[in-house]
């Protein structure tokens, strides 16, 4: 069998599997909580879904919309995502339309409960106390993704996503969603990067993590500033240690990614 062949059966087979084990997931019965698990956060009303845009993303019947926090998940090839489609964004849509259905949510929120555009900023349980952000991290359907005003519950969504992560399930059976070494990684999207601090910078400027020996081209991390007060009492003294940071990756002087909080970082050894 031709090289090309062979890889593009093999792609197809993989993702094959990774579908049925999606479905298998949906048919088991999720882990309740308690009540009380939610308490450092604030409850509103109940609230019923009309439709869902994608997995992270749905309209209430009384018009607004949430936006879960905490998680990040595919987006489907269909409008209007058509142009940032992500492989399992269909099915990570599917997985939530079945989550919804014939079921009243309740929203918790953080310290900023809605954004810009009106959102909800959420997360969301269902009426018998299966909370939907960790259904998706268990199913391999999402990675975890903090923001600095919505940081509750970070250590426990990193537990699901790693148990997730481990087994092989969903989004981590698929290239496209690996851990990007710190030697490797590129500008552009969305990336959990990991690498050794070979050095970090001091001083009253922004804190940089630099991740190779010429940090005019290498991974750089940056906390600025403005960002630093989140790292009580101080940023801690990173260098030597192995780190997995997760955030946008962008162009200036090779790779770099901003932290603004110290839930993006996790410490590795």
């Known amino acids: 069998m031709p090289r090309d062949v062979y890889h593009s059966a093999k792609v197809i087979g993989t993702l094959r599997g990774v579908a049925a ?5 949906l048919l088991m019965p999720f882990a309740a909580l308690a009540a009380d698990d939610f308490a450092d956060l604030t409850p509103g009303p109940a609230v019923h879904v009309a439709k869902v845009g994608y997995a992270a993303s ?5 018009g607004s919309r949430v936006r879960l926090v905490g998680i990040r998940t ?10 940032e489609a992500e492989p399992l964004g269909d099915q990570a849509k599917a997985f939530v339309e ?3 259905a014939g079921h009243a949510l309740r929203l918790y929120t953080d310290a900023n409960p809605k954004d810009r555009y009106g959102r909800h900023l959420a997360h969301v349980v269902r009426d018998d106390g299966v909370w939907l952000q960790k259904a998706l991290l268990e199913a391999g359907l999402a990675r975890v993704y903090s923001l ?6 970070i250590a426990q969504l990193l ?3 790693a148990t997730a992560r481990n087994a ?5 059976a698929l290239p496209h969603y690996a851990i990007q070494p710190a030697a490797t990684v590129r500008p552009g999207g969305f990336a959990i990067v990991e690498g050794k601090v070979l050095n970090q910078s001091r001083g009253d400027g922004p804190t940089y993590l630099n991740f190779g020996k010429t940090w005019k081209i290498d991974f750089t991390v940056r906390i600025q500033p403005a960002d630093r007060k989140r790292f009580a009492p101080y940023v801690p003294d990173f260098l030597g ?4 940071v997760r955030g946008w990756i962008f162009d200036k002087d090779g790779p770099m990614l901003d932290v603004t909080h110290p839930e993006q970082i996790e410490v590795l050894d």
């Open 21 to 25: 084990l999606l479905w298998l997931a």
């Open 58 to 62: 749905f309209d209430l019947t009384d």
């Open 74 to 83: 595919p987006k489907p090839d269909t409008p209007p995502f058509r142009t």
């Open 98 to 100: 079945a989550f919804v």
């Open 148 to 153: 600095p005003d919505n940081r509750q519950r």
């Open 159 to 161: 537990a699901f996503e």
């Open 168 to 172: 092989r399930r969903g989004i981590w």
């Open 241 to 244: 240690k192995t780190l997995r």
